[in-house]
C-alpha cells in the first residue's frame, strides 16, 4: 500500500511566494477548463472570451480598474482580521453599511462643496462600517462569539437593509417604480478619469494600501497583531491585550470596507440601487489569500480578479452562460491557494507501506 | 389555535431543509472536520435532486442523486482539509463559491422547468392527535425521514461503539489513533456522509419545498445551518429544535406578508440573521461561565499522524 507522508519543510525557499499564487492561479485555471470542458462548454473559447472582454477594448480595461478598487478595499478589511486570525468575512455587509451611510450623508447633510462632502461622506461611511465590523469583534472579545457566524449574519441583515432603503423611504419618486434612491448631486460625486468609469476611489485604495503595508510590515503595532496570530499564548505573555486588538482590526477592517461602499456610491453609481454590492466583499476574500495577506500585493491581485470578473460579464454576453459561472474559477483558485500553501509548508514523500520494516510505517 | 397550527407546521416543513444540513454538520464537526461550505453543498445538492427528479420523474431518486451529490463535492474539502491539513474556514468559503457557481451553471438547463415533487402524507392515528397531529404527522414523507434521523443520531453519536469512535477522533485524535482507529478514514466517512445531508436539505428545498430550480435558491441556509450547530450544541435533538425555530420564523415573515403587514419584508426578513447573532452570543456566555457544551475539542485542527513521538 501507497501513503503519503509529510515532512515539515526547514527551509522556506523565497522563489515559493511568488510560485505559490501563481502555481495556484494556473492550477485553477485548467481545473476550471476541464469542467468547462466536462460540462460541455469549450474551454479555450470561454477562456478566449474572458480575455477579450478583459483587454479587447479599454472599455474592458477601466471596468477592471474600477472593480479592482472596492475589490481592493475589501480585501485589504479582510487582511488585516486575516494577520491575526480573525475570521472577518464580513466586508460585503460592511461595504453596504458604507453605502448606506453614504447616501444619508448625501440625503440629509448635503452642502454645495466637494471637499465638505467628500470629508462627510468618507466619515460617515467609514464610522459606519468600522462599527458593523466591531460588534463581531466586541462579541468575540468580549465573550469569544465565533465571528465567522456573526460576520456573515451582518451581511444578510446589511443587504436586507439596504434593500429596505432602497424600496422604502429612500426610493427615488421620479424612478417609475425602479428601486434605486434619487442620484447625487455633482458635489457628491468623485472626480473621474476622461471619458471612462475609473474614479477617485483608486487614490483611497492605493492609500490604504500603502498605510496598510507601513503599519503591518514596519509599525511595532503591525508586529503585535502577528504575534497574536501566530502564537497567541506568547502575545499573552508579552502582555499584548488580545481584546483590545481584535476590536481594533475588526473596526479598522469595516472602516476600509465601508469606503468601499462610499467610493461606490460617490464614484462610480451616484446612487444606490438593488445589488450594487456585487459580492465584492466575498471577491476581497480570496484576493486577500492570493496576495498571501501582504498589503502590496493586494491592488494587483484585485486586478487579476477585476479581469475574471469583467470577462464573466462577457462570458454571460457572447457565450450565454450565468454570471455565476466564474465562481467556479474562484473557489478553484481558492482551494488550489490553500492547496499549494500546505505543499509549501511539507515535503510530500510517497512511502511504500509494509513492504518495509515497521518503523519506517509511521 | 387555528391562527398558530398552520404556523407551526410551516415552521416545520420549511425547518426541514435546514435540519437536514445541520445534522450533516453535527457529524462532520463531531469528527473534527468543519465545513463551512454547506450552503455550496446544498446547492449542488438542490440542483442533482431537480435534475434526477426532472429525468426519471422519481423524487426519491433525485434525492439520492442530491446526497451523492453533496458528498462529491465535499470530498474537495475534505481531501484538502483531512489530507492536506488546509485551513478549514477557507477551505469551506472555497467550497461555497464552487458550488454555487457549479449549481448555476449546471442549472441553466433546467430554469423553468416544473416537477411534481412529492405527495404529503398524513400517518394514520398519529395524525388525529389534536395539536400534535396537523403540525407533526400531516407533511410530506421526507419531514418523517428527518424525525427518524434526529432519533437514529442521537442513539448513533451517543450509544454505539461507532459514536463513541467518531467523537473520540474530533475530542483527541491522538488517543483514538491510539487505540488503532483510523483517523483520517473517520474523518473522510463523516465529512462526506455530513455533506451528503447537506446535500438532501438542498434537495428538498429543490424537489420538495420549492419545485423548481432557481439559481442560489438556498439564500443563506446553509449558512444557518452552520451557526444552528452551534446553537444545538453539536446534539442532534437540540439541533433540531433550532432548525424549526428558523422554519418557524421564516413562516411567520411570510404569512405577515401575505397578509399585507406594514412592516417592510426586508427588515423582516433581517430576523432571523439577527436572532442567529442573539442565540449565539448567549450560547458562548454560556460556555465562557464554564458550562460544558460538547464542542468537540479538535474541531478544525488537522491530525497529522507524524506529528507522534
Given at each position: 500500500?501507497?501513503?503519503?507522508?509529510?515532512?515539515?519543510?526547514?527551509?522556506?525557499?523565497?522563489?515559493?511566494?511568488?510560485?505559490?499564487?501563481?502555481?495556484?492561479?494556473?492550477?485553477?485555471?485548467?481545473?476550471?477548463?476541464?469542467?468547462?470542458?466536462?460540462?460541455?462548454?469549450?474551454?479555450?473559447?470561454?477562456?478566449?472570451?474572458?480575455?477579450?472582454?478583459?483587454?479587447?477594448?479599454?472599455?474592458?480595461?477601466?471596468?477592471?480598474?474600477?472593480?479592482?478598487?472596492?475589490?481592493?478595499?475589501?480585501?485589504?478589511?479582510?487582511?488585516?482580521?486575516?494577520?491575526?486570525?480573525?475570521?472577518?468575512?464580513?466586508?460585503?455587509?460592511?461595504?453596504?453599511?458604507?453605502?448606506?451611510?453614504?447616501?444619508?450623508?448625501?440625503?440629509?447633510?448635503?452642502?454645495?462643496?466637494?471637499?465638505?462632502?467628500?470629508?462627510?461622506?468618507?466619515?460617515?461611511?467609514?464610522?459606519?462600517?468600522?462599527?458593523?465590523?466591531?460588534?463581531?469583534?466586541?462579541?468575540?472579545?468580549?465573550w469569544n462569539v465565533n465571528e465567522t457566524i456573526t460576520t456573515l449574519m451582518l451581511n444578510y441583515v446589511a443587504i436586507n437593509l439596504s434593500e429596505y432603503f432602497i424600496y422604502g423611504p429612500w426610493k427615488d419618486p421620479m424612478s417609475m417604480g425602479f428601486p434605486f434612491t434619487p442620484n447625487f448631486p455633482p458635489a457628491a460625486r468623485f472626480w473621474v478619469?476622461?471619458?471612462?468609469?475609473?474614479?477617485?476611489?483608486?487614490?483611497?485604495?492605493?492609500?490604504?494600501?500603502?498605510?496598510?503595508?507601513?503599519?503591518?510590515?514596519?509599525?511595532?503595532?503591525?508586529?503585535?497583531?502577528?504575534?497574536?496570530?501566530?502564537?497567541?499564548?506568547?502575545?499573552?505573555?508579552?502582555?499584548?491585550?488580545?481584546?483590545?486588538?481584535?476590536?481594533?482590526?475588526?473596526?479598522?477592517?469595516?472602516?476600509?470596507?465601508?469606503?468601499?461602499?462610499?467610493?461606490?456610491?460617490?464614484?462610480?453609481?451616484?446612487?444606490?440601487?438593488?445589488?450594487?454590492?456585487?459580492?465584492?466583499?466575498?471577491?476581497?476574500?480570496?484576493?486577500?489569500?492570493?496576495?498571501?495577506?501582504?498589503?502590496?500585493?493586494?491592488?494587483?491581485?484585485?486586478?487579476?480578479?477585476?479581469?475574471?470578473?469583467?470577462?464573466?460579464?462577457?462570458?454571460?454576453?457572447?457565450?450565454?452562460?450565468?454570471?455565476?459561472?466564474?465562481?467556479?474559477?474562484?473557489?478553484?483558485?481558492?482551494?488550489?491557494?490553500?492547496?499549494?500553501?500546505?505543499?509549501?509548508?511539507?515535503?510530500?514523500?510517497?512511502?511504500?507501506?509494509?513492504?518495509?520494516?515497521?518503523?519506517?510505517?509511521? | 389555535?387555528?391562527?398558530?397550527?398552520?404556523?407551526?407546521?410551516?415552521?416545520?416543513?420549511?425547518?426541514?431543509?435546514?435540519?437536514?444540513?445541520?445534522?450533516?454538520?453535527?457529524?462532520?464537526?463531531?469528527?473534527?472536520?468543519?465545513?463551512?461550505?454547506?450552503?455550496?453543498?446544498?446547492?449542488?445538492?438542490?440542483?442533482?435532486?431537480?435534475?434526477?427528479?426532472?429525468?426519471?420523474?422519481?423524487?426519491?431518486?433525485?434525492?439520492?442523486?442530491?446526497?451523492?451529490?453533496?458528498?462529491?463535492?465535499?470530498?474537495?474539502?475534505?481531501?484538502?482539509?483531512?489530507?492536506?491539513?488546509?485551513?478549514?474556514?477557507?477551505?469551506?468559503?472555497?467550497?461555497?463559491?464552487?458550488?454555487?457557481?457549479?449549481?448555476?451553471?449546471?442549472?441553466?438547463?433546467?430554469?423553468?422547468?416544473?416537477?411534481?415533487g412529492m405527495a404529503s402524507w398524513s400517518i394514520p392515528i398519529l395524525s388525529d392527535i389534536p395539536f400534535f397531529g396537523p403540525v407533526f404527522f400531516q407533511h410530506n414523507p421526507m419531514v418523517y425521514v428527518s424525525y427518524l434521523l434526529v432519533v437514529f443520531l442521537c442513539w448513533f453519536i451517543f450509544r454505539t461503539r461507532w459514536g463513541l469512535n467518531l467523537?473520540?477522533?474530533?475530542?483527541?485524535?491522538?488517543?483514538?489513533?491510539?487505540?488503532?482507529?483510523?483517523?483520517?478514514?473517520?474523518?473522510?466517512?463523516?465529512?462526506?456522509?455530513?455533506?451528503?445531508?447537506?446535500?438532501?436539505?438542498?434537495?428538498?428545498?429543490?424537489?420538495?419545498?420549492?419545485?423548481?430550480?432557481?439559481?442560489?435558491?438556498?439564500?443563506?441556509?446553509?449558512?444557518?445551518?452552520?451557526?444552528?450547530?452551534?446553537?444545538?450544541?453539536?446534539?442532534?435533538?437540540?439541533?433540531?429544535?433550532?432548525?424549526?425555530?428558523?422554519?418557524?420564523?421564516?413562516?411567520?415573515?411570510?404569512?405577515?406578508?401575505?397578509?399585507?403587514?406594514?412592516?417592510?419584508?426586508?427588515?423582516?426578513?433581517?430576523?432571523?440573521?439577527?436572532?442567529?447573532?442573539?442565540?449565539?452570543?448567549?450560547?458562548?456566555?454560556?460556555?465562557?461561565?464554564?458550562?460544558?457544551?460538547?464542542?468537540?475539542?479538535?474541531?478544525?485542527?488537522?491530525?497529522?499522524?507524524?506529528?507522534?513521538?
Amino acid at each position: 500500500m501507497i501513503r503519503l507522508k509529510f515532512e515539515p519543510r526547514l527551509d522556506n525557499p523565497a522563489w515559493m511566494n511568488v510560485m505559490i499564487p501563481v502555481a495556484a492561479v494556473l492550477t485553477g485555471l485548467f481545473a476550471g477548463g476541464v469542467l468547462f470542458a466536462f460540462l460541455g462548454v469549450n474551454p479555450f473559447r470561454a477562456y478566449w472570451a474572458v480575455l477579450v472582454g478583459a483587454f479587447g477594448s479599454t472599455y474592458g480595461l477601466s471596468e477592471i480598474v474600477t472593480k479592482a478598487i472596492p475589490i481592493t478595499l475589501t480585501a485589504l478589511a479582510g487582511l488585516i482580521c486575516y494577520r491575526m486570525l480573525i475570521w472577518n468575512i464580513g466586508a460585503e455587509g460592511q461595504l453596504c453599511l458604507g453605502a448606506i451611510a453614504t447616501v444619508a450623508v448625501v440625503r440629509y447633510f448635503y452642502v454645495d462643496s466637494r471637499i465638505a462632502m467628500f470629508a462627510l461622506m468618507f466619515l460617515a461611511a467609514a464610522l459606519a462600517g468600522g462599527v458593523w465590523g466591531g460588534v463581531s469583534g466586541f462579541l468575540k472579545a468580549k465573550w469569544n462569539v465565533n465571528e465567522t457566524i456573526t460576520t456573515l449574519m451582518l451581511n444578510y441583515v446589511a443587504i436586507n437593509l439596504s434593500e429596505y432603503f432602497i424600496y422604502g423611504p429612500w426610493k427615488d419618486p421620479m424612478s417609475m417604480g425602479f428601486p434605486f434612491t434619487p442620484n447625487f448631486p455633482p458635489a457628491a460625486r468623485f472626480w473621474v478619469f476622461g471619458s471612462t468609469r475609473i474614479h477617485g476611489g483608486i487614490f483611497i485604495a492605493l492609500a490604504i494600501t500603502l498605510i496598510f503595508q507601513l503599519l503591518l510590515k514596519r509599525s511595532k503595532w503591525g508586529y503585535e497583531i502577528r504575534v497574536i496570530g501566530e502564537n497567541p499564548r506568547a502575545a499573552r505573555y508579552a502582555g499584548i491585550n488580545i481584546a483590545k486588538n481584535i476590536l481594533l482590526v475588526t473596526f479598522i477592517g469595516g472602516a476600509v470596507a465601508g469606503l468601499a461602499g462610499m467610493s461606490e456610491m460617490a464614484g462610480l453609481h451616484g446612487r444606490m440601487s438593488r445589488g450594487f454590492s456585487m459580492d465584492y466583499g466575498y471577491t476581497g476574500i480570496i484576493v486577500a489569500w492570493l496576495a498571501r495577506l501582504s498589503p502590496i500585493y493586494v491592488p494587483l491581485v484585485a486586478f487579476l480578479m477585476g479581469v475574471l470578473l469583467v470577462g464573466g460579464d462577457t462570458l454571460q454576453v457572447v457565450m450565454g452562460l450565468p454570471h455565476a459561472s466564474i465562481k467556479i474559477l474562484q473557489g478553484l483558485i481558492l482551494f488550489s491557494m490553500i492547496g499549494a500553501e500546505t505543499l509549501s509548508r511539507f515535503r510530500i514523500r510517497i512511502v511504500r507501506v509494509g513492504l518495509r520494516a515497521k518503523g519506517e510505517e509511521n | 389555535m387555528e391562527l398558530i397550527i398552520p404556523i407551526l407546521a410551516a415552521a416545520v416543513r420549511s425547518g426541514t431543509p435546514i435540519l437536514y444540513a445541520t445534522l450533516g454538520e453535527v457529524l462532520s464537526e463531531r469528527a473534527g472536520v468543519m465545513n463551512l461550505g454547506l450552503e455550496g453543498v446544498m446547492l449542488t445538492g438542490a440542483y442533482a435532486g431537480f435534475a434526477v427528479t426532472k429525468a426519471t420523474g422519481d423524487p426519491w431518486l433525485g434525492l439520492v442523486a442530491s446526497f451523492f451529490a453533496g458528498a462529491a463535492i465535499t470530498l474537495i474539502h475534505a481531501f484538502l482539509c483531512i489530507t492536506l491539513m488546509c485551513n478549514q474556514v477557507v477551505s469551506g468559503l472555497a467550497l461555497v463559491m464552487t458550488g454555487y457557481g457549479l449549481s448555476a451553471l449546471l442549472g441553466r438547463s433546467i430554469i423553468g422547468e416544473t416537477i411534481s415533487g412529492m405527495a404529503s402524507w398524513s400517518i394514520p392515528i398519529l395524525s388525529d392527535i389534536p395539536f400534535f397531529g396537523p403540525v407533526f404527522f400531516q407533511h410530506n414523507p421526507m419531514v418523517y425521514v428527518s424525525y427518524l434521523l434526529v432519533v437514529f443520531l442521537c442513539w448513533f453519536i451517543f450509544r454505539t461503539r461507532w459514536g463513541l469512535n467518531l467523537r473520540a477522533v474530533g475530542e483527541n485524535p491522538r488517543a483514538a489513533d491510539a487505540m488503532g482507529l483510523s483517523v483520517t478514514k473517520i474523518r473522510y466517512l463523516y465529512t462526506l456522509v455530513g455533506g451528503g445531508l447537506a446535500g438532501v436539505g438542498g434537495g428538498y428545498l429543490s424537489v420538495v419545498y420549492a419545485q423548481m430550480w432557481i439559481e442560489g435558491m438556498t439564500s443563506g441556509r446553509g449558512w444557518i445551518a452552520v451557526a444552528l450547530v452551534i446553537f444545538g450544541l453539536w446534539n442532534p435533538a437540540r439541533a433540531a429544535f433550532g432548525a424549526y425555530l428558523f422554519g418557524g420564523v421564516e413562516a411567520l415573515q411570510l404569512r405577515m406578508q401575505a397578509m399585507g403587514s406594514s412592516i417592510s419584508a426586508s427588515l423582516l426578513l433581517t430576523l432571523p440573521y439577527l436572532m442567529t447573532i442573539i442565540v449565539l452570543t448567549v450560547v458562548s456566555i454560556r460556555a465562557g461561565k464554564g458550562v460544558k457544551l460538547g464542542t468537540p475539542a479538535a474541531l478544525s485542527v488537522p491530525f497529522r499522524r507524524e506529528d507522534r513521538d
